[in-house]
């Protein structure tokens, strides 16, 4: 129709829209309705702007992988910080005779870093129970593990110290036991 049809097209130059990947997307043209003859150079520069295109598609089209990349990465580390954040408290609340234990837990807020907030309920001895409530300064990773160690240090206290202050001073030491051996405290 370009042709024979009422536009009357009597000049067509095109070059071919190549990815890097060597698919060929289409092409870049120009058109005329007057006859014209192309010389070498003008060809080249018509190539140039094809790369330019090119260029411009893949840009683009990359900056889409990237975004959707971070996004899944973000949704991965908001799953892990879920799950390590999960690590630092019981399963369930233990059944204690006599009594009733609930919990709920709430973080901060969605998205954050994993803290360092943990609680624990546990069996002592026959009907001799602990618990804890803790919280770490700071967020993330190390955080996370200092609170884990902080849990499992006062559960492993309490199994052979029968004073609360005796095993927050045992907790203590582990803690400062730990921070002189790691200079990233």
Same mark, same amino acid.
Not at 55 to 79: G, T, Y
């Given at each position: 129709?370009? /042709?024979?049809?009422?536009?009357?097209?009597?000049?067509?130059?095109?070059?071919?829209?190549?990815?890097?990947?060597?698919?060929?997307?289409?092409?870049?043209?120009?058109?005329?309705?007057?006859?014209?003859?192309?010389?070498?150079?003008? $060809?080249?520069?018509?190539?140039?702007?094809?790369?330019?295109?090119?260029?411009?598609?893949?840009?683009?089209?990359?900056?889409?992988? $990237? $975004?959707? *990349?971070?996004?899944?990465?973000?949704?991965?580390?908001? +799953?892990?910080?879920? @799950?390590?954040?999960? #690590?630092?408290?019981?399963?369930?609340?233990?059944?204690?005779?006599?009594?009733?234990?609930?919990?709920?837990?709430?973080?901060?807020?969605?998205?954050?870093? $994993?803290?360092?907030?943990?609680?624990?309920?546990?069996?002592?001895?026959? +009907?001799?129970?602990?618990? @804890?409530?803790?919280? /770490?300064?700071?967020?993330? *990773?190390? %955080?996370?593990?200092?609170?884990? #160690?902080?849990?499992?240090?006062?559960?492993?206290?309490?199994?052979?110290?029968? #004073?609360?202050?005796?095993?927050?001073?045992?907790?203590?030491?582990?803690?400062? %036991?730990?921070?002189?051996?790691? %200079?990233?405290?």
């Amino acid at each position: 129709p370009l /042709v024979a049809g009422s536009f009357g097209l009597r000049f067509y130059a095109g070059v071919p829209l190549t990815t890097s990947r060597g698919y060929n997307l289409g092409t870049l043209c120009v058109i005329d309705r007057e006859p014209r003859q192309i010389r070498p150079q003008e $060809v080249e520069t018509l190539r140039d702007l094809a790369q330019l295109v090119m260029d411009q598609l893949e840009l683009r089209l990359h900056a889409r992988e $990237v $975004v959707e *990349a971070e996004s899944e990465l973000r949704r991965e580390a908001e +799953n892990l910080a879920d @799950v390590l954040q999960a #690590s630092l408290l019981p399963p369930r609340p233990p059944q204690v005779p006599g009594m009733e234990v609930a919990s709920r837990f709430i973080a901060g807020e969605r998205g954050m870093l $994993v803290g360092g907030d943990f609680y624990d309920v546990f069996r002592r001895g026959a +009907n001799d129970w602990g618990i @804890v409530l803790g919280d /770490v300064c700071g967020k993330g *990773a190390r %955080t996370a593990a200092i609170a884990a #160690s902080a849990r499992w240090t006062v559960r492993a206290s309490a199994g052979h110290l029968s #004073s609360p202050a005796a095993v927050l001073t045992d907790l203590n030491t582990a803690i400062l %036991t730990d921070r002189n051996a790691d %200079t990233d405290y």
